[in-house]
């Protein structure tokens, strides 16, 4: 009896068809990886994106562990444009912030993963190297095993140990310690929200921290603060400055929008409570603040239009 015989056409198809299976599996993972090491979720998809283009043409009889496998390439592929961003971000107009991501949902569950895209520790990993950063979300944010890492960045098992721990010492050092009651953090920062929509100047002075920050990024394409703003008084103002009717106004000039078209809310983002301004729904604006001993220590605002497009948030009306 003779078989039905399989032209190679066929079974290179047949093979991409596992590949794509194989790669949608893990295809989450592989984004978290890239997110976490680069701070940019545009960045983190095209790295996924050419990550899949490698995978495509492999033989799976070449690799025993395909997890492991596209860890590695995509580690690697991240890597290398982190170290073309880091050129780029030089000539950036104003503070370079990381790039907002919404975590309703399962990552808001998952405390360990949500805690590894808080703004204010991506914020920190911004000023490790490269290879530090990806040995430190590796075994930090995912508990990958040093002799597995050391695969995927292409050095020693001890050498990934000094970095881990460099990395490690220094994110501790410099990592505000936020509020981890998630209750209380989102609590203050609706009264954070409904301070700035009221003017009310001294219920907001009263939410921050005497010497409080304020660091925002626009890439000088709306308007905010080009230099950090420090101080109780000064924030505040600012913020009540913004959330006056003259300023709103002017945000929705660019929109060609009427004022019923704007909305505040306070939302998951990068595993916290956040205040979002959206447009018609499409998000403006994000203010993150980073709650330490009951007070906002910190309030992060990212306003650069390019980095809305990936801040996708719930449907209301679902």
Known sequence: MSGRRVTPAAAAHVLTDVNAEIFEEHRGL?????YRILGSAADAEDV???????????????????????IRV??????????QAAARRETYVGPWLPEPVSTEGDLAERAELAESVELALLVVLETL????????????AFALPYAEIARAVGRSEAAVRQLAR???????DRRPRFEV???????????????????????LTGLLARDVTLVSDSGGRAKAPLRVITGADRVAR???????ERNLHRLLEPFGATPD?????????????????????????????????????????????????????PDPSR
Request: aromatic share 6%.
């Open 238 to 244: 600012f913020f009540l400055g913004v959330a006056s």
């Open 261 to 313: 078209a704007l909305a505040v809310s306070v939302a998951e983002v990068n595993g916290g409570p956040a205040v979002v301004v959206t447009v018609s729904g499409r998000p403006v604006s994000v203010v993150s603040p980073v709650v330490v001993d009951g007070r906002v220590q910190t309030v992060y605002l990212i306003t650069n239009p390019e980095k809305m497009s990936h801040l996708r948030l």
């Open 181 to 203: 009651d998630r209750t209380r953090r989102r609590q203050l920062t609706e009264r954070f929200a409904a301070a700035c929509l009221d003017g009310d100047l001294e219920g």
């Open 30 to 34: 592989l984004t978290g990886v890239a």
């Open 74 to 83: 995509v580690s690697r592929l991240a890597i290398d444009r982190l170290r």
């Open 166 to 172: 460099r990395a490690r010492d220094h994110v501790r």
């Open 48 to 70: 996924v994106q050419e990550a899949w283009l490698r995978w495509s043409g492999v033989s799976l009889a070449d690799v025993a562990e395909p997890r492991a496998y596209l």
């Open 129 to 140: 190297s490269p290879l530090e950063r990806a040995v430190f979300v590796l075994r930090e």
